[in-house]
Nanobody, 117 residues
Framework: QVQLVESGGGLVQAGGTLNLSCAGS????????VNWFRQAPGKEREFVAA????????RYADSVKGRFTISRDFANSTVYLQMSSLKPDDTAVYSC??????????WGQGTQVTVSS
């Protein structure tokens, strides 16, 4: 299994931008699709975005389309989630998961994103 570490969370005002990173360890990171999920207090975990192992297929939740961009850097074994036009409803713990689009083998510890109004 690959180990994942998220970073880049923090406090931002509504309308602002944050860039999250999901760094993977091990040579096999590039063979995995990577998914971003988020979970707000009292709510179920929800899918945010995903990118295939080759980077050729990308998916977004409707709630973030046009505002969030997922990408991956193969040289640095990192997947990024660029979040713009942030809303208070985007406040959550964001976690990345490696596997496929429907199977999640490894999870990171999560990073807190707080959007103030």
């Amino acid at each position: 299994q690959v180990q994942l570490v998220e970073s880049g969370g923090g406090l931002v005002q509504a309308g602002g931008t944050l860039n999250l990173s999901c760094a993977g360890s091990g040579r096999t990171f590039s063979v995995y699709a990577v998914n971003w999920f988020r979970q707000a207090p009292g709510k179920e975990r929800e899918f945010v975005a995903a990118i295939s192992s080759t980077g050729s297929t990308i998916r977004y939740a409707d709630s973030v389309k046009g505002r969030f961009t997922i990408s991956r850097d193969f040289a640095n074994s990192t997947v990024y989630l660029q979040m713009s036009s942030l809303k208070p409803d985007d406040t959550a713990v964001y976690s990345c998961a490696a596997g496929s689009f429907s199977r999640y083998d490894s999870w990171g510890q999560g990073t807190q994103v707080t959007v103030s109004s």
